[in-house]
């Protein structure tokens, strides 16, 4: 079985801080992964996806398989970062997307 | 192209009422999954659906329960309502399902008194 693990509830940062989103995921075959992104009033939407290897927003993330993380970086938060951000496990014959609990930035000025 | 739709944003039910809930996926995708989500759940996927058929249905009672249509759009029904239902229901589409993308609706909030 897969799982998401992302271990902050909460996390609080000043604007221009850097800020680190913690990912870890239990998966037996070769994984795609995401981080959704959820701001006020808005519907979920795709942040970024490990295969594409592209930077959002700022946003990086790089899949270490050896430590099976998925971590999600930024050099220097905005207050428009504040926002629920979700970890996504794929599995290939799977057809769905496992989540991770979320964890709810807040950019403080 | 126009984003994922569902419908409708907002019911209120009473317990032991059924309800039927509508998305209509991104022009084009043929996969429709759908999502519960609860504070206390956070995400759980429901089921998904490829060209009318399921392949894959998560761990929720036979009273969830869907369907897709061959244009693509998928209805979910959930019978004999209980307090615990009460969440925003997701609706998200791709191409093929799979490993690709998902793109999501809005959302229907669902309230059971």
């Known amino acids: 079985a897969q799982r998401v693990t992302q271990p902050e509830k909460l996390l609080s940062v000043f604007k221009g801080a850097p800020v680190e989103l913690k990912c870890n995921y239990s998966?037996?075959?070769?994984?795609?992964l995401f981080w959704y992104v959820q701001y006020s009033r808005q519907r979920l939407q795709l942040l970024l996806r490990?295969?594409s290897r592209e930077s959002i927003k700022g946003f990086t993330a790089d899949l270490n398989k050896g430590e099976t993380s998925f971590h999600l970086k930024k050099p220097f938060a905005q207050e428009e970062d504040s926002a629920m951000y979700y970890c996504?496990?794929?599995?290939?014959?799977?057809?769905?997307?496992?989540f991770g609990a979320g964890t709810t930035v807040t950019v403080r000025a | 192209k126009a984003g994922v739709t569902q419908t409708p944003r907002y019911l209120i039910k009473t317990r032991g009422q059924q309800v039927t809930l509508s998305c209509s996926p991104i022009?084009?995708?043929?996969?429709v999954s759908w999502y519960q989500q609860t504070p206390g759940q956070g995400l759980q996927f429901l089921f998904e659906?490829?060209?009318?058929?399921?392949?894959n249905k998560g761990n929720f009672p036979g009273r969830f329960s869907g369907r897709q249509f061959s244009n693509s759009r998928s209805e979910m029904n959930v019978s004999t309502l209980e307090l615990g239902d009460s969440a925003l229901y997701l609706c998200?589409?791709?191409?093929?399902?799979?490993?690709?993308?998902?793109?999501f609706g809005p959302g229907t909030r669902l309230l059971v008194l």
């Open positions: 998200a589409s791709s191409y093929g399902g799979g490993r690709e993308t998902q793109y």
């Open positions: 998966y037996s075959g070769s994984p795609e």
């Open positions: 490990h295969i």
């Open positions: 996504a496990l794929n599995d290939s014959n799977d057809y769905k997307l496992s």
């Open positions: 022009s084009g995708h043929r996969s």
């Open positions: 659906y490829f060209s009318e058929t399921q392949r």
